[in-house]
């Protein structure tokens, strides 16, 4: 059964910094994909990041601007985001979401595993 388990949002002030991370179970983690994906009140879910199986390749959403950077340790099944320059509409529920393939899809009905999310607030 894969499990796919997201840490560490919470409560941040406008230009702080957070890292979440995903703990994935259940699956050859180096022959997945990770993506990470966010879902504001009231709006539709976008991508934010992807990151490769070997970690070598990275796509980001064009908002993203240089602020956030994904990355994996294979060794420990685990996915991040560091998010820094924080801003208010940054705020949302950030998921990760696992796929077995070679390319990076951006586009969220390519991946098969989704997490549960973990709640990311930056008050301004």
């Known amino acids: 059964q894969v499990q796919l388990v997201e840490s560490g949002g919470g409560l941040v002030q406008a230009g702080g910094s957070l890292r979440v991370s995903c703990a994935a179970s259940?699956?050859?983690?180096?022959?997945?994909?990770m993506g990470w994906y966010r879902q504001a009140p009231g709006k539709e879910r976008e991508f934010v990041a992807a990151i490769s199986r070997t970690g070598s390749n990275t796509e980001y959403a064009d908002f993203v601007q240089g602020r956030f950077t994904v990355s994996r340790d294979n060794a420990k099944n685990r996915v991040y985001l560091q998010m820094n320059s924080l801003k208010p509409e940054d705020t949302a529920v950030y998921s990760c979401?696992?796929?077995?393939?070679?390319?990076?899809?951006?586009?969220?009905?390519?991946?098969?595993?989704w997490g549960q999310g973990t709640q990311v607030t930056v008050s301004s």
């Open positions: 979401a696992a796929v077995s393939t070679l390319s990076i899809p951006t586009l969220e009905q390519f991946y098969d595993y």
């Open positions: 259940g699956l050859t983690f180096n022959k997945y994909v």
